[in-house]
C-alpha cells in the first residue's frame, strides 16, 4: 500500500542547497520579460507589414522549452536539498509459515525430476525467495512415522536456507531405520501446533497469520489424522497440502538392513509408490486449505496462491507514521519537465545542444550525489 504524504510537514535534510533556487527564479523572470517583447515585437511586425494573407505567430515559439528548464532546474535543487516528510503507512501482518515435510522412504522415489525429495527441496527454496522476511516467519518440520522438527519459527532467511543447501540431496532419516517405512502426518502436523505453541509460549501470541503447508506424496498413511487436522482448524490454521509425485509412480528404494542384524523387510511394504491423490485432496479439503499438486501447476503459481491467502489472512496492525524520502518524486518531475520542453523545440541544431547541456548537469549530479 502507498504511503499517504503530507506535504505541509515536508523538511529538508540539506537545505543549505536551496538557495540554488535563485537560479531557476532569475530565469522565469527572463523568460516573462522575453515573452512580454515577443509579444510586442509580433504586435509591430503586424502593424507595419501588409501581406496578402494573414500570418500565424506561435504563441510564443520556443520559449516553452527554456520555462520548462527552468522548472527542471528547480525540482533538481529541491531533490538536492533532500526532502522528506511524515507519511502515514497502514502497517499489515505477515505470515508464520510452517512447513511439514515427508521424509519417508517413499520419499525417494525417482518418478519425478530427481527423486520426491529433490523435487520438494527446490520448491521450498522458491517459496522461502518469495517471502518477505521482513514479518514473515517460517519453520520446518520433517515426518516418517515419527516426526523431528528441524527450524523453529525465525526471520532469519540464513537459518532456512542452510537447511537445503545440507539436505537437498536426501532426507535425514535413514533407509536401516524401520520409522522411516511408514508416514504419519498427524505427528507432523501435532509437532506443528507445538511449535506454534512454544513461540507463543516464548514470545507471546504472534500477530501473524499462521498456515501449514504439507509436502507428501501421500503413501502409506497411519495416525489419526483427522484428529490432527481438529486441532489446527481450532486454532485457526488453515493446511495447505501439497502432493509430489505421480499417478504412474516408480519404485520404491532397497530395504536397507542395518549392520550386525539379520531381518527382512515388512512384507506390508510395497514394492511401487504412486501419488495418492484422493487422500491428499481430502486432508486439504478437511484442513481447510488447498490442494495442489507439483509439476502439474506451476511452482510459482502455487508459491503466489500460498503467499496470497497468508496475506490476506494476516490482520492489520494500524496505521503509522514513518519519514518518506521525497527527492525521487522531484527527479521523476526534473525528466518530465525535459521531456516536454523538448517537444517544443523546432530546430534540429537547439535539440542536439540541448541534449548536450542536459547530458553535462545530469553527470554534474551524480558527482554531487554520489
Known amino acids: 500500500m502507498l504511503p499517504r504524504i503530507d506535504f505541509e510537514q515536508i523538511s529538508f535534510g540539506q537545505p543549505e542547497w536551496l538557495w540554488l533556487l535563485a537560479l531557476p527564479a532569475l530565469l522565469v523572470v527572463l523568460w516573462a520579460w522575453r515573452f512580454f517583447q515577443r509579444r510586442a515585437d509580433i504586435r509591430r511586425l503586424a502593424a507595419r507589414r501588409t501581406m496578402p494573407i494573414a500570418e500565424r505567430f506561435g504563441l510564443a515559439g520556443d520559449l516553452p522549452f527554456w520555462l520548462c528548464l527552468a522548472a527542471a532546474i528547480a525540482c533538481l535543487v529541491v531533490a538536492l536539498a533532500a526532502p522528506h516528510g511524515p507519511a502515514a503507512v497502514m502497517r499489515q501482518g505477515g505470515i508464520d509459515l510452517v512447513i511439514l515435510l515427508d521424509g519417508s522412504a517413499s520419499m525417494r522415489v525417482k518418478d519425478v525430476s530427481g527423486d520426491r525429495w529433490q523435487r520438494s527441496t527446490r520448491f521450498l527454496r522458491l517459496l522461502a525467495d518469495s517471502m518477505a ?106 493446511v ?27 512384507p506390508e511394504i510395497p514394492l511401487f509408490s504412486r501419488l495418492d491423490r484422493g487422500a491428499l485432496q481430502k486432508i486439504a479439503l ?80 551524480g558527482t554531487i550525489l554520489g
Open 240 to 266: 495447505f497440502v501439497i502432493g509430489v509425485g505421480t499417478l504412474g509412480g516408480g519404485r520404491m528404494p532397497a530395504f536397507v538392513v542395518p549392520e550386525g542384524e539379520d531381518s527382512e523387510p515388512d
Open 286 to 365: 478437511a484442513g481447510g486449505g488447498q490442494y495442489f499438486e507439483l509439476d502439474r501447476e506451476g511452482d510459482r503459481q502455487i508459491v503466489n496462491a500460498i503467499v496470497d491467502t497468508g496475506k490476506r489472512l494476516a490482520p492489520s496492525l494500524g496505521v503509522t507514521e514513518e519519514a518518506e524520502e521525497l527527492y525521487w518524486r522531484f527527479l521523476v518531475a526534473a525528466a518530465f519537465f525535459v521531456g516536454a520542453g523538448f517537444i517544443c523545440l523546432r530546430e534540429r541544431s537547439e535539440l542536439w545542444i540541448q541534449l548536450a547541456g542536459v547530458t553535462m548537469a545530469l553527470t554534474w549530479l
Open 133 to 238: 522476511w521482513k514479518n514473515d516467519r517460517i519453520s520446518l518440520t520433517l515426518f516418517a512415522r515419527l516426526a523431528a522438527p528441524q527450524v523453529r519459527l525465525t526471520t532469519d532467511p540464513n537459518t532456512f536456507f542452510f537447511f537445503l543447501d545440507n539436505l537437498e540431496k536426501e532426507p535425514p532419516f535413514r533407509l536401516t531405520e524401520e520409522t522411516t517405512w511408514d508416514t504419519n502426518i498427524e505427528k507432523g502436523i501435532d509437532w506443528g501446533i507445538r511449535m506454534v505453541e512454544k513461540d507463543e509460549e516464548l514470545h507471546g501470541r504472534s500477530s501473524n497469520a499462521q498456515l501449514f503447508v504439507a509436502i507428501t506424496d501421500g503413501e502409506f498413511w497411519s495416525g489419526e489424522v483427522a484428529e490432527a487436522l481438529k486441532r489446527a482448524i481450532d486454532r485457526r490454521i488453515p
